[in-house]
């Protein structure tokens, strides 16, 4: 049971860079959520799918871009990266929505921009 | 406007003595409050979870109580232990919020001394 897979782990890149983090969970879940946690804030959502093809933005959108072509992948792009971009990142899915449903975590992405 | 608060913050709790987490919510047209347990290095984990209709649930050592009239809601956690240090956030949803809907409070680091 691999639940869900983030990637990469850990990753230093450069301010103006391009990244992309990486969700892959094996329940197909219909819905699928990023998240960024950040000391003092707590989580908050950066973008959400309730399918493929479809996508919407949480709390914090700006300076990220998602896709979802496949139901279980769910990629994270940052496309300028900017050291306030620096948080740890979670995937997470759940079957139906949040009201009543458990949400499933990955388990981060670790991403500093120098 | 943060829509759950939390608090406190952190919290240090002898061995077997009792961790009390406390939330506090504005929009009530919440239906969903869940709780959440975050070890270091990992994701968020769904701990327990409790619906209005319910002034109280328990699960093990953990008890969620709830009191609609105050908007408040919060986490027991009986003879703490060690393994409990962690950090765990109260979260919210609304029915018409949509994936979205789900709001995290900002979270609070519990450690359990032995």
């Known amino acids: 049971d691999a639940g869900i897979t983030q990637s990469p782990r850990y990753k230093i890149t450069e301010t103006g860079r391009q990244v992309t983090l990486m969700c892959h969970q094996t329940?197909?879940?219909?819905?699928m959520f990023w998240y960024r946690q950040d000391l003092g804030h707590g989580l908050r959502l950066i973008y959400y799918?309730?399918?493929?093809?479809?996508?919407d933005k949480g709390e914090v959108p700006d300076g990220y871009v998602v896709s979802r072509s496949k139901t279980e992948n769910f990629p994270l792009t940052l496309e300028s990266a900017t050291r306030s971009q620096t948080s740890v990142y979670f995937c997470?899915?759940?079957?139906?929505?949040?009201?009543?449903?458990?949400?499933?975590f990955g388990e981060g992405s670790w991403l500093t921009v120098v | 406007q943060q829509q759950v608060k939390q608090s406190p913050q952190s919290l240090i709790v002898q061995k077997g003595g009792i961790s009390i987490i406390n939330c506090a919510y504005e929009n009530t047209a919440f239906d969903y409050f869940p709780w959440y347990q975050q070890f270091p290095g990992k994701g968020p984990a769904l701990l327990i979870a409790i619906r209005p209709d319910v002034s109280e649930k328990k699960e093990g050592r953990f008890t969620i109580s709830f009191n609609k009239s105050a908007k408040q809601f919060s986490l027991h956690i009986m003879d703490s232990q060690p393994g409990d240090s962690a950090t765990y956030f109260c979260a919210a949803s609304n029915p018409g919020g949509g994936a979205d809907g789900l709001t995290f409070g900002k979270g609070t680091h519990l450690i359990i001394q032995p």
């Open positions: 997470a899915s759940s079957f139906t929505g949040v009201t009543g449903n458990t949400i499933y």
């Open positions: 799918s309730a399918a493929a093809d479809i996508t």
């Open positions: 329940w197909s879940h219909s819905y």
